[in-house]
């Protein structure tokens, strides 16, 4: 298209002004339906993802609903044996506990002190008298009464076992012929035992 006028002649590609416009329509377009794309996503997302938690937080509610049921059945037990515990329960407990020995302590310091080469087989605890059966190998340059000695005087020292044992005893120590082996019993007694 020529438009004439005072000094010359101007040209106008109006087709190219439309196409130009139309190209920026198709960009917004583009991006309007990119945009609304992602807006949707977004919420889709988001709605799973709320739907997820509250789900979640719905089975940890039933969850603790039941163990507070479960807690109420026993609390409603408990109140309906109407179980009273006297004074003087808590005071024969209190009894017992101070009568008890504990073992593992006991039998930890018997293991501690034992010497090298020599086993423990057998003990029993009856009447405030403690029974330790055993055996072990001298060479030839030991003497098993004085090993022996030296392993109750060990006893004897350590607190964790005299507290309660006071006195010790060697019942025995045979030794069998040629192979070095020792046989050995000691009796243990408890403070009860000695009056005490």
């Given at each position: 298209m020529s438009?004439?006028?005072?000094?010359?002649?101007?040209?106008?590609?109006?087709?190219?002004?439309?196409?130009?416009?139309?190209?920026k329509s198709e960009r917004k377009k583009r991006l309007a339906f990119i945009i609304g794309a992602g807006c949707f996503g977004f919420f889709a997302i988001s709605l799973i993802y709320s739907t997820l938690t509250i789900w979640q937080m719905e089975?940890?509610?039933?969850?603790e609903k039941d163990k507070v049921s479960r807690l109420k059945q026993e609390y409603t037990k408990y109140?309906?044996?109407?179980?009273?515990?006297?004074?003087?329960?808590?005071?024969?407990?209190?009894e017992l506990q101070d009568k008890g020995i504990l073992w593992t302590?006991?039998?930890?310091?018997?293991?501690?002190?034992?010497p090298e080469n020599y086993w423990i087989t057998h003990f029993a605890y009856n009447n405030n008298e403690l029974k330790?059966?055993?055996?072990?190998?001298?060479?030839?340059?030991?003497?098993?009464?004085?090993v022996l000695d030296a392993y109750l005087e060990g006893l004897k020292k350590d607190t964790t076992f005299s507290d309660v044992f006071g006195r010790l005893k060697l019942?025995?120590?045979?030794?069998a012929g040629e192979s070095g082996r020792v046989?050995?019993?000691?009796?243990?007694?408890?403070?009860k035992w000695m009056g005490q």
């Open positions: 438009v004439k006028g005072g000094a010359g002649l101007y040209r106008l590609n109006l087709i190219r002004a439309t196409r130009e416009r139309e190209i089975h940890v509610i039933t969850i109140t309906a044996t109407k179980l009273i515990v006297d004074k003087s329960d808590i005071e024969q407990l209190g302590k006991k039998l930890a310091a018997m293991a501690n002190h034992l330790v059966n055993g055996y072990g190998y001298t060479n030839t340059q030991q003497e098993q009464l004085l019942n025995y120590a045979d030794r046989a050995f019993e000691f009796s243990a007694y408890t403070s």
